[in-house]
Nanobody, 123 residues
Framework: VQLQASGGGLVQTGGSLRLSCTASRRTSSNNGMAWFRQAPGKEREFVAGISWRGASASYSESVKGRFTVSRDSSKDTVFLQMNSLKPEDTAVYYC?????????????????WGQGTQVTVSS
């Protein structure tokens, strides 16, 4: 299974970006999906996750109220709408598919990862 992420780029503080991630085959429709990010010199961290039917979503405290995760299960695609971006949001963003129907903040519960898309927020 391959995950293709897109939508990253360079944006000014306060701007918005929308990330997309699509699975290469129909394997994620019964699985939770999530976004993680990794800044230079830092650990990869959980950003947002969504359950297999999209009924529940969770966010890290640092992005709550600014980011929104959603999914189109018919297309095995997960989205991350990022608003009010800050320089500290600068990172490579990765999408991932969970082994379970739910999305946790534990990286070890994900078995498929995308290649990452760079998000840079200038001050």
């Amino acid at each position: 299974v391959q995950l293709q992420a897109s939508g990253g780029g360079l944006v000014q503080t306060g701007g918005s970006l929308r990330l997309s991630c699509t699975a290469s085959r129909r394997t994620s429709s019964n699985n939770g999906m999530a976004w993680f990010r990794q800044a230079p010199g830092k650990e990869r961290e959980f950003v947002a996750g969504i359950s297999w039917r999209g009924a529940s979503a969770s966010y890290s405290e640092s992005v709550k109220g600014r980011f929104t995760v959603s999914r189109d299960s018919s297309k095995d695609t997960v989205f991350l709408q990022m608003n009010s971006l800050k320089p500290e949001d600068t990172a490579v963003y990765y999408c991932a598919v969970s082994r379970s129907p739910y999305a946790s903040d534990d990286r070890s519960t994900y078995n498929y990862w995308g290649q990452g898309t760079q998000v840079t927020v200038s001050s």
